[in-house]
């Protein structure tokens, strides 16, 4: 078998024995499950072979882990892929097993070893150390873990392709907590010994002599006393969502060696992988949750190791990156929300590889739990899974549908004959090439280098990465999301409309890029909250000048960032509506949002003033030409839907549906439209086309820029733009 992934109009494509195949599977669980999860997974596997013609299949299994060179046992594991290869005979197999947590060592295998002394004796000393407490999971600083984890890959590897089914096998896909760092609400980071000791090479290789350390961190500090910065120590004194880089260039530091640390070590995985099947299989790794993690550390989304993606982009050794559809808006409101991705998932295609959508949508066949509310039947089911699936197709990425606990989530024929006419659509793209390289007219930009400056705080980053996807889900068109520094690497494609989500961190170098690029395009810029506050260690208003082109002031104390638009032809339908930042009564959160925040700015008179802040009454939303460039500066760190669909009218971005009630998914061929609200909508398209109802088949109307269609509430529907089945 001959597995790849090419390069086809700018796209990254999964190719099978010379044959594009769109990246749609099944996970089933057989590893983790009793005899009746087991027969669920196999019957599952069957159905999705037999009914959706899916023969892509995640599986996870236990990694034999001994350290004797020749007493490994896979019997259990052969046992696993012989029993689903005789479920779908075509299967190609994404392998994917646990690799650091404790349940590894104490699953033990066949040898009759010990394996919690096991755990003990060479891996005692190899446990994260939080600031309260040891917790069971290896550190993935520790050296002795990790070179034990790379022989056993090998091992497992160099097993598989002695094997019958060695051309079953698809992808090696290592897991462990997902490579973040365990989340402990109340605790913070890793104090371990292999930890300090990796920090302390770091800082070394950096600064190469405690002169040039000092110079950094200041004079208290050398390379003979360099230890972790406490918890107390990442806090900012001032109460600021900043650091202040003059005084904590440590704390910056630590930051961008704790998320590096982990991409390194993935990228390690992936070569092993690489090297041990002679290229024969493709690496997986899930990593990049960037919009997602903003909601899940208490500390701050630099406490995660996510916020180096840029680094396993940049790796020829990963081919492909996975992770959950994001779980806003699923946990008290059920299966609904826009199928968020986690992560920038357009800078992702951009570097040639595939990002995999895990789809753990409760459907109506899931029993109880506390988890994500399930479905409530089956069309609710299948509307969810369509909306999903469509934002996987435009953003040209795949998908498992998944049966987490092999509790036989997706056990019904019906299913998956809706899932085959998915698949159906989806495949048609591909054989008619009209699978092309997403390009939006919004570009949504995301920093990781910013994540670094940030205090040991979750709320900023709750309100500017986490929850302005529900507003920027809901303006009637589908955006792309990339990096900022891929940005400035010129990989995006160019946009209408460009918002920087949190663009704090900008050096005088990439200021100049954003001058000569961008600021010379007919494009329109969104600036929000407080763009290129920091610049190397400086902190200031003239920072946020320099960038945008906007004078501002800075409030003295906590402010609430609440708005009131003023009366103006550019947002003429928003006059003296308050744009609010108390959101948790309808978009909540992991943690509260506290209503003030510091710091806030506010712009001066150099400039067309479209909004105040309701308390201070000054400055907070401004427009101005910049170079050839609309720029808006917009103070608070939350949006609004209504706001983005005039700010689109401006710019001249196309609107699907300008009504904010539902969820647009569009590129050049495909269209979806998901209802959050009953009855008839109206749909505009960018040019004259001929449109067809992908759900039969059928012509809906020739050579038409505008139809209408009757919705029933969170329905989903496909269209064609001068495409058929």
């Not at 197999?93 to 040898?111: M, P, Y």
């Not at 989304?301 to 996975?322: F, P, W």
């Not at 308390?615 to 608070?636: H, L, P, V």
Request: glycine share 6%; hydrophobic share 35%.
């Amino acid at each position: 078998m001959s597995v790849k992934i090419i390069n086809k109009n700018n796209v990254p494509v999964l190719n099978i024995d010379g044959k594009d195949t769109p990246l749609v599977s099944f996970f089933g669980n057989y590893s983790d499950v009793d005899d009746k999860g087991k027969k669920n997974t196999c019957d599952q596997i069957k159905m999705s072979a037999e009914t959706a013609s899916i023969h892509i299949h995640s599986v996870i299994i236990r990694l034999p882990w001994n350290q004797a060179e020749d007493s490994q046992d896979y019997r259990e594991v052969d046992e696993i892929i012989n029993r689903l290869v005789k479920a779908d005979k075509q299967t190609k197999l994404i392998v994917r097993f646990h690799s650091c947590q404790v349940e590894t060592f104490e699953a033990g295998g066949h040898d009759g070893t010990d394996p919690k002394k096991n755990f003990g004796d060479r891996y005692k000393d190899e446990l994260i150390k939080s600031n309260r407490e040891t917790i069971d999971h290896i550190s993935f600083a520790s050296e002795i873990w990790e070179k034990d984890l790379l022989i056993n890959i090998d091992k497992l590897i160099r097993h598989f392709q002695s094997q019958a089914y060695r051309d079953s096998i698809l992808a090696i896909h290592p897991d462990n907590c997902e490579w973040f760092y365990p989340i402990t609400f109340d605790c913070v980071g890793d104090f371990s010994k292999p930890m300090l000791s990796k920090w302390r090479e770091f800082t070394k290789k950096k600064y190469q002599s405690s002169e040039s350390l000092s110079d950094s961190w200041g004079k208290d500090f050398s390379l003979d006393n360099i230890e972790i910065p406490t918890l107390e120590e990442r806090c900012s004194e001032e109460g600021s969502s900043f650091l202040d880089l003059e005084k904590s260039r440590r704390i910056y530091d630590f930051n961008q060696f704790y998320n590096e640390l982990v991409a390194d070590l993935i990228i390690r995985i992936g070569k092993t992988i690489k090297e041990s099947s002679n290229n024969k299989y493709l690496s997986l790794t899930f990593y990049g949750y960037l919009f997602e993690i903003s909601n899940n550390y208490k500390y701050g989304t630099q406490q995660s190791g996510h916020c180096a993606l840029h680094k396993v982009l940049e790796s020829e050794y990963i081919d492909m990156l996975a992770g959950p559809i994001s779980y806003f808006e699923r946990w008290d409101a059920g299966e609904t929300g826009g199928g968020y991705f986690m992560c920038p998932v357009d800078s992702i295609t951009k570097h040639g590889k595939i990002w995999i959508q895990e789809d753990d949508a409760r459907t109506y066949l899931k029993q109880g739990g506390k988890e994500c509310r399930a479905a409530s039947n089956l069309k609710d089911t299948i509307n969810i899974a369509k909306k999903n699936m469509a934002n996987t197709i435009i953003h040209n990425s795949g998908t498992w549908f998944m049966d987490l606990n092999g509790e036989g989530w997706l056990k019904d024929e019906k299913i998956w004959q809706e899932i085959n006419s998915i698949n159906n659509i989806y495949q048609a793209l591909f054989e008619q090439s009209k699978v092309e390289q997403f390009n939006s007219e919004v570009a949504v930009i995301v920093d990781e280098k910013s994540i670094y400056a940030m205090d040991a705080n979750h709320e900023l980053m709750q309100s500017l990465v986490y929850k302005n996807r529900y507003f920027l889900s809901r303006m009637g068109v589908s955006c792309g999301y990339y990096l900022l520094s891929d940005l400035l690497k010129g990989k995006v494609p160019k946009a209408k409309l460009y918002i920087f989500l949190n663009a704090v961190d900008v050096s005088t170098d990439e200021r100049k890029y954003i001058d000569n690029s961008l600021k010379k395009q007919d494009s329109t810029l969104l600036w929000i909250y407080a763009p290129g506050f920091i610049d190397k260690d400086k902190s200031s208003c003239k920072n946020i000048e320099s960038l945008t082109g906007f004078e501002v002031g800075q409030f003295d104390n906590l402010e609430i960032p609440e708005i009131r638009m003023l009366a103006n032809e550019k947002f003429a339908n928003m006059e003296a509506k308050i744009i609010t930042y108390n959101l948790d009564a309808f978009i909540p959160g992991q943690f509260p949002v506290t209503p003030e925040i510091s710091p806030l700015f506010y712009i001066k008179n150099d400039c067309e003033v479209l909004g105040t802040y309701t308390a201070s009454n000054k400055g907070a939303i401004g427009f101005k030409k910049t170079g050839t460039a609309n720029s808006f500066f917009y103070g608070s760190p939350l949006l609004s839907t209504e706001f983005l669909i005039d700010l689109c009218r401006f710019a001249k971005v196309h609107l699907y549906d300008d009504t904010g009630s539902g969820f647009v998914f569009n590129n050049k061929h495909f269209l979806a439209i998901s209802s959050e609200t009953a009855g008839e909508k109206t749909i505009k398209l960018p040019q004259m086309s001929d449109v067809y109802d992908l759900t039969n088949n059928t012509l809906l109307t020739s050579q038409t820029d505008c139809f209408k269609i009757v919705m029933d509430k969170n329905e989903t529907n496909y269209y064609g733009i001068n495409f058929s089945i």
